[in-house]
């Protein structure tokens, strides 16, 4: 049975139909699919076609979503991962994949599954054997770790925790302003399994890194971020870097955990797009 929407089909199909090369935008904890809207209409104007599915279950918009924040709970990194498998399947093209945050762990399982053209991961959650646990990471987890009873439940951030975790770059103003634009309350599961990862053999969050059919991989990191520091990206490049494909690795000065929404995404946007373009000219 499928986990798709009625939307994300058409918008599956409207890829299709236009013959251009996909590319498909995965979100991570607390966004929506929405948050990628501003990289959509450039990726579009760079002659790419985009989908950008949600998590299932997904609220169509922040304010519904904030109507009904126990949606969010008990999804899980598998079922998330194969939602947008599903999506993937259903393109005509090999796509790439863009992830942020978690979506930058599933864009990386989805890659060592050998079904993007390319993936580029942005402040990656970390995949299992990623060892690295910076203490500004554990204080960013710390509204959802710090409870056990979070595991199964959806989780907000405060304007201060989101500051935080996310906007400690940026002044209190802007700061605020995403924290109401976007913010959405997210499952505890994928914090718990990413914490206990390596202790775990049967976790959900290993990535087949070795796969020779993994393709091109860019790794971006947040110089600033709090939630996912450059030392855990680093740490998933250096395994990542073993595999033959291309894998590459860029540093963004200044920017935290919100590169994605904030006023630089047009900075980090750009990156992504030229290497996209590059690699996917090249096959």
């Known amino acids: 049975m499928s986990t798709l929407t009625a939307a994300e089909t058409e918008e599956i199909e409207r890829a299709n139909a236009s013959g251009l090369q996909p590319v498909v935008f995965v979100h991570g904890l607390w966004l929506l699919s929405s948050s990628w809207e501003k990289w959509r209409t450039l990726f579009e104007e760079n002659g790419f076609s985009t989908i950008a599915p949600g998590w299932p279950d997904d609220p169509q918009s922040v304010e519904e979503a904030r109507k009904d924040p126990d949606v969010f709970a008990h999804k899980m990194v598998k079922q998330v991962t194969e939602h947008y498998l599903e999506a993937i399947d259903a393109l005509t093209l090999t796509p790439a994949v863009v992830g942020h945050s978690f979506g930058g762990l599933i864009a990386q399982k989805i890659a060592g599954e050998g079904a993007s053209e390319a993936t580029v991961a942005i402040d990656p959650a970390p995949f299992q054997g990623v060892l690295p646990l910076p203490v500004s990471s554990l204080k960013s987890s710390a509204p959802v770790l710090g409870n056990p009873l979070n595991f199964g439940k959806a989780v907000s951030l405060t304007l201060e925790q989101f500051t935080y975790g996310w906007a400690n770059n940026l002044d ?36 087949d890194t070795k796969n020779p059919q993994r393709g091109p991989l860019l790794i971006v990191s947040g110089a600033g971020d709090n939630t996912v520091p450059p030392a855990m990206t680093e740490a998933a490049y250096r395994l990542q870097s073993k595999n033959p494909g291309t894998t590459e690795y860029i540093e963004i000065p200044g920017r935290g955990h919100s590169l994605t929404i904030d006023h630089g995404w047009r900075d980090v946007a750009d990156e992504v797009l030229a290497f996209l373009t590059k690699q996917t000219a090249n096959d």
Do not use: D, I, M, R
């Open 172 to 207: 209190a103003e802007e700061a605020k302003e995403l924290w109401e634009t976007y913010h959405v309350a997210a499952s505890g599961v994928p914090l718990f399994q990413a914490a206990t990862a390596n202790f775990n053999p049967f976790t959900e969050t290993k990535v």
